[in-house]
């Protein structure tokens, strides 16, 4: 039974729960942004390029022969996932900024600036009037 409490108590943990809630919502955020690219942002894209279909574009390296099928390399997908990848990641880079931008300013307790130049050079000379009377 040891071993079950030990497994217990690491996956209630904060960081695993968080970490699995935040797999979960990563998927269905790169489920919503891959359905924006492929029904919302190709379509005008294509249609401005000349009536493009991203999802057909392919570089045929051989022809279909009888029962075999047709080589290619599908570049029309690769640009649509490129597309979902600029997407997420920059999501992703302006949520992790948010996030840090938040631990600075609850880490960076205010501190009184030093005395200046001035009042260094002033505190000198009064000690050194103190010296001499």
Request: charged residues 20%; without cysteine; hydrophobic residues 50%.
């Amino acid at each position: 039974m040891g071993v079950m409490k030990e497994f217990k108590e690491f996956a209630v943990k904060g960081n695993v729960v968080d970490m699995a809630v935040g797999i979960v919502i990563g998927a269905a955020f790169g489920k919503i942004v891959t359905a924006f690219v492929d029904g919302v942002l190709m379509p005008p894209i294509g249609l401005m390029l000349g009536g493009v279909n991203f999802n057909e574009l392919a570089l045929i390296l051989q022809e279909a022969t009888g029962e075999a099928e047709a080589v290619m390399i599908n570049y029309g997908i690769f640009v649509q996932t490129l597309v979902d990848f600029i997407i997420i990641a920059f999501a992703i880079f302006l949520v992790v900024r948010g996030i840090n931008s938040l631990k600075r300013k609850e880490e960076a307790p205010k501190t009184p600036p030093g005395p200046s130049k001035e009042e260094l050079l002033l505190g000198e000379i009064r000690d050194l009037l103190k010296q001499r009377s």
